[in-house]
T-cell receptor, first 113, second 113 residues
């Protein structure tokens, strides 16, 4: 398995509070991605990074920000969590060379009350 | 635009073949993928097919690609209860090096003994 960890694995928070999810990789891959998974929608891309300090928006980026200050860490922040952000969040990595294959972390289940 | 469609559910008997179907819209995709998600886990790459291929076989898995109809299928021979999972097809978006992927909604495969 690719060396990807996500923390926390589970979180319950209240509407309006800030939340930060962390993705950590030990593969030295250049590209990192944050997805959310919701029933009937599959995985939708929130933000991605193509290098340290280089990030771009995905299809569902509203209400989320990201930061990547080191190759190994990609942080996803919900500045003011809303109930619509209740979801399972997955981080993925890619070296951009191996048929664009992405490798996924175990996921973080976030509940916003 | 980019869109990947899958049926949401499939139920088969143990020992039968399973066929999971997917349609996509971006004819310029370089690769098409099948990922498997077991309960409570992240996505694992099952197999992929290059867009200039028609078929790829890997043990019990057969991938068929019909570029004219933009149709991708995954056949699992001799389906086992351990194959019960959600299966996602995905296409690569070629304009982003590093492999932005577009996922379908996922097909939940239920294998009955």
């Amino acid at each position: 398995d690719a060396g990807i960890t996500q923390s926390p694995r589970h979180k319950v928070t209240e509407t309006g509070t800030p939340v930060t999810l962390r993705c950590h990789q030990t593969e030295n891959h250049r590209y990192m991605y944050w997805y959310r998974q919701d029933p009937g929608h599959g995985l939708r891309l929130i933000h991605y990074s193509y290098g340290v300090k280089d990030t771009d928006k995905g299809e569902v980026s509203d209400g989320y920000s990201v930061s990547r200050s080191k190759t190994e860490d990609f942080l996803l922040t919900l500045e003011s969590a809303t109930s619509s952000q209740t979801s399972v969040y997955f981080c993925a990595i890619s070296d951009g060379l191996d048929r664009d294959t992405q490798y996924f972390g175990p996921g973080t289940r976030l509940t916003v009350l | 635009g980019e869109d990947v469609e899958q049926s949401l559910f499939l139920s088969v008997r143990e020992g039968d073949s399973s066929v999971i179907n997917c349609t996509y819209t971006d004819s310029s995709s370089t690769y098409l993928y099948w990922y498997k998600q077991e309960p409570g886990a992240g996505l694992q790459l099952l197999t992929y097919i290059f867009s200039n291929m028609d078929m790829k076989q890997d043990q019990r898995l057969t991938v068929l690609l019909n570029k004219k109809d933009k149709h991708l299928s995954l056949r699992i021979a001799d389906t086992q209860t351990g194959d019960s999972a959600i299966y996602f097809c995905a296409e690569s978006a070629p304009e982003h090096q590093g492999g932005k992927l577009i996922f379908g909604q996922g097909t939940e495969l239920s294998v009955k003994p």
